[in-house]
């Protein structure tokens, strides 16, 4: 057993290690820090959305900035889609579960706002389809997905983990959420 728990271990690192080494990836985690801090300036809010792990991941990374991160400072405009559950059950049994995030953002988001997309197939019906209504709405959107970014590869930037194993890219995900956060949070702050 052992064995096995040292072989994840190295799994994970040897996946963060394709990450670093990942210049293109590392660049587009620049640019959406620069978008989220300038949509924060100009009155926006950070907005997430995904299924499962990855919905725990939105919720969590949401909760990093409305609360805090790392410091003391005034809370900063996040939400995760899908968290008011009479919401999420009233969309999904009038119109079907694939519209659960769509339609709430069609509700509350604006073209000041970025859209966070988790999905790690990039091909999840409900995050494709608040995908498109992101798009219509000229919110700027980047998907977090694995290494093949499925249907989201053509609707909207990409940070793409170089894996196609579902937890080493929820593990990127994370990571690279946290690296968001802080990076906000201190530039923001500054």
Not at 17 to 46: H, P
Not at 110 to 117: C, E, G, L, S
């Amino acid at each position: 057993m052992l064995t096995q728990i040292k072989s994840k271990i190295r799994n994970s690192i040897t996946v963060k290690e394709q990450v670093i080494q990942d210049d293109a990836l590392l660049s587009e985690l620049q640019t959406l820090i620069e978008a989220c801090i300038d949509s924060l300036k100009d009155g926006g809010k950070i907005i997430f959305c995904g299924n499962g792990g990855s919905f725990a991941d939105a919720q969590h990374l949401s909760a990093e900035f409305t609360a805090r991160f790392e410091r003391e400072r005034s809370s900063l405009a996040s939400v995760a889609l899908g968290t008011n559950s009479s919401t999420l059950s009233a969309i999904g049994n009038d119109y079907g579960y694939e519209y659960v995030f769509s339609r709430e953002l069609e509700s509350i988001g604006q073209d000041k706002d970025i859209f966070i997309a988790i999905s790690t197939s990039g091909n999840s019906k409900n995050v494709v389809e608040a995908v498109k209504v992101a798009n219509a709405k000229s919110i700027k959107t980047w998907g977090w997905t694995g290494q093949g970014a499925g249907k989201m590869a053509d609707m909207c930037n990409t940070l793409r983990m170089p894996s196609s194993n579902t937890a080493r890219i929820q593990e990127c995900h994370i990571m690279l959420g946290h690296i968001l956060c802080g990076a906000v949070e201190e530039l923001y702050f500054k």
